[in-house]
């Protein structure tokens, strides 16, 4: 049992198990600290644009300005969460970054070729993935488009909403999903548990986080099959640069899509 532990908490400057629940941990804590900071600044605007305003905020009045500003909290929340997590890594295992092989973070681009391979991939993957939800649910009556929202009088803050949806969903998520799974904890897994089981607990904890909509099967095939093809993009190419390529690419033709 002590062997077994120690496997999983190893000393510093490796990527075991235990460092890469950490940094994972250390991510959200990251994002918790930015909320309450986004969160602050909306106090400030609500107490700013609101006129009527007595000696303390009217709860609603806040509830008003935060549901306004969610998207740009949220996309300021990934930011702090993005810095935190690379001040860790860079700090406990930095030697480990770059590290190519089945057991390092793989921190590099790879080559160009190859990111553009996997723009190419997660374009063809979004495309086919969207014709099948289509034949299946052509008919729901849930089926929105989130184009019918701008309206002339919401159209510039429709706009900016738009570009922060496309900045965070198709960009950043991307790069932090991927220098995180297929990068430090794909490697901590590996090294705790060996390849096979690292790969298989790696897409599981890649599937458990995407828990909101695991109800939908067809989601949930999707999210197995999509987190597979990014793990053989990573330990194929032996770089994250192209399963970022490819998880953006994918990821910005549903946003357009949606």
């Known amino acids: 049992m002590k062997n077994y532990i120690n496997n ?5 400057n490796e990527i075991n198990a235990g460092w890469a629940f950490f940094a994972f ?10 909320s309450i900071l986004a969160n602050f600044v909306v106090v400030v605007i609500a107490l700013l644009l609101n006129q009527d305003r007595t000696t303390s905020l009217d709860l609603a009045t806040f509830h008003y300005y935060q549901t306004a500003f969610l998207r740009p909290m949220l996309l300021f929340d990934n930011i702090i ?6 001040i860790v890594a860079r700090h406990i295992f930095s030697n480990l970054l770059k590290d190519r092989s089945t057991i390092g973070a793989a921190w590099v681009s790879g080559s160009t070729k ?22 299946f649910y052509s008919n729901s009556p849930h089926a929105m488009n989130f184009w019918q929202f701008m309206t002339e009088e919401k159209r510039a803050y ?19 999903e991927e220098l995180m799974f297929r990068g430090i904890i794909l490697a901590g897994f590996n090294k705790s ?10 897409t599981m904890f890649f599937i458990l986080i995407h828990g909101s909509k695991l109800g939908k099967l067809d989601f949930l095939i999707t999210t197995l099959f999509i987190s597979i093809v990014l793990l053989l993009i990573r330990i194929r ?11 953006i690419s994918y990821n910005l033709v549903n946003c357009i899509y949606m």
């Open 8 to 12: 999983i908490f190893s000393k510093k």
């Open 25 to 34: 941990a250390v991510y959200h804590i990251g994002c918790f600290v930015g």
């Open 81 to 86: 969460g993005l810095l935190f997590f690379v």
């Open 114 to 135: 190859n990111i553009f391979i996997g723009i190419f991939l997660g374009v063809v993957f979004a495309i086919t993935f969207i014709y099948i939800h289509n034949v």
């Open 158 to 176: 429709f706009r900016i909403i738009l570009i922060i949806v496309l900045i965070d969903s198709s960009i950043l998520s991307p790069i932090i």
């Open 193 to 202: 548990f060996g390849i096979i089981w690292g790969c298989i607990l790696t």
């Open 237 to 247: 190419t032996s770089a994250v640069g192209p399963a970022i390529a490819f998880h």
